[in-house]
T-cell receptor, first 113, second 117 residues
Framework: GQQVMQIPQYQHVQEGEDFTTYCNSSTTLSNIQWYKQRPGGHPVFLIQLVKSGEVKKQKRLTFQFGEAKKNSSLHITATQTTDVGTYFCAPRRSGGSNYKLTFGKGTLLTVNP | DAGVIQSPRHEVTEMGQEVTLRCKPISGHNSLFWYRQTMMRGLELLIYFNNNVPIDDSGMPEDRFSAKMPNASFSTLKIQPSEPRDSAVYFC???????????????FGPGTRLLVL
């Protein structure tokens, strides 16, 4: 079955520092979505990447999809306390059931003000 | 748009009792998902409905779990009998599946936090 590894599991940063989380799959992906879950909250969709090598930006957030479509990353520039939460990648594998998102374990980000 | 609505938001029950979780998806969405989230296992897909029909229930842990979707605006997840290891946050999510089915965003409800004593 598809294996999704998300690293790191936890990351603690000082406000203003950068942050990156990585998502790696053992199989080629059709596309990948990223979600954010605030403490005590529910996952909220951030973005979807589809094309090989795709890069998308949302203000201080930069999302990348690897050339081989097996990995992805989320980078936050100059973190703020509002960035606190768990970031999940949710890949869809190629050729599989299109509806099925396989969520990674997530990276918990905490920010020290 | 009210978003996905779940009830109850919190449930505390004793082992052996029946638990029913409820979900109202976003109006117009044709796909509904039930997830379970725990620290150990993360976010797991339990069951997926499309147009009110269960398509994939391979994630349902065992026969104690059952889910129904009698109409497009309502779904239930039932655990009978409940056990302490069922304690988790249960999320319902909905989406609009289009032809090809690979672009949908899933909208999650606030979740039901279940504690089985």
């Amino acid at each position: 079955g598809q294996q999704v590894m998300q690293i790191p599991q936890y990351q603690h940063v000082q406000e203003g520092e950068d942050f990156t989380t990585y998502c790696n799959s053992s199989t080629t992906l059709s596309n990948i979505q990223w979600y954010k879950q605030r403490p005590g909250g529910h996952p909220v969709f951030l973005i979807q990447l589809v094309k090989s090598g795709e890069v998308k930006k949302q203000k201080r957030l930069t999302f990348q999809f690897g050339e081989a479509k097996k990995n992805s990353s989320l980078h936050i520039t100059a973190t703020q306390t509002t960035d606190v939460g768990t970031y999940f990648c949710a890949p869809r594998r190629s050729g599989g059931s299109n509806y099925k998102l396989t969520f990674g374990k997530g990276t918990l980000l905490t920010v020290n003000p | 748009d009210a978003g996905v609505i779940q009830s109850p938001r919190h449930e505390v029950t004793e082992m052996g009792q029946e638990v029913t979780l409820r979900c109202k998806p976003i109006s117009g969405h044709n796909s509904l998902f039930w997830y379970r989230q725990t620290m150990m296992r993360g976010l797991e897909l339990l069951i997926y409905f499309n147009n009110n029909v269960p398509i994939d229930d391979s994630g349902m842990p065992e026969d104690r779990f059952s889910a129904k979707m009698p109409n497009a605006s309502f779904s239930t997840l039932k655990i009978q009998p409940s056990e302490p290891r069922d304690s988790a946050v249960y999320f319902c999510a909905s989406s609009l599946e289009v032809a090809g089915g690979w672009e949908e965003t899933q909208y999650f409800g606030p979740g039901t936090r279940l504690l089985v004593l």
